[in-house]
């Protein structure tokens, strides 16, 4: 079975999900991506969920301090790109792959709270 055919992480992504969506319900969509990162922060705080905020990635390419900053690493195993803006562009798919790999992490989730339906996005690193 190819890594892209199974899931990756299927507990820990599940549960990620589910925390994702609750604070989609409590919060709504007009929020900024700081007060998403609080809630975020909270149940995975309650929840007992290892993570780093704002975790610095070893981005040798990128001088600036503001673009290599994860949102949410997991368990050292997954990580969550916040986002609160009308779409997803594909330099958030690029970012997110350049995170991954710096990071040495097999798959991210993009969360765009904006959106009316929460649709998580995974992104399984490719092997560049």
Known sequence: ?????KVLYPELSYKITGILFEIHNSLGRYCREKQYGDALEQLLKEAKIDYKREHPLPLDHIKNDFTNKADFVINKELL???????????????????????????????????NQYLKPIRVIRSNS
Do not use: H
Request: charged share 25%; proline share 2%; hydrophobic share 45%.
């Open 1 to 5: 079975m190819k890594v892209s055919e």
């Open 80 to 114: 969550v790109e916040l986002k609160a803006k009308p779409l997803i562009s594909k330099l958030d798919y690029i970012q997110t792959q350049r995170y991954l790999v710096a990071g040495g992490l097999k798959l991210g989730i993009i969360v765009n709270f904006r």
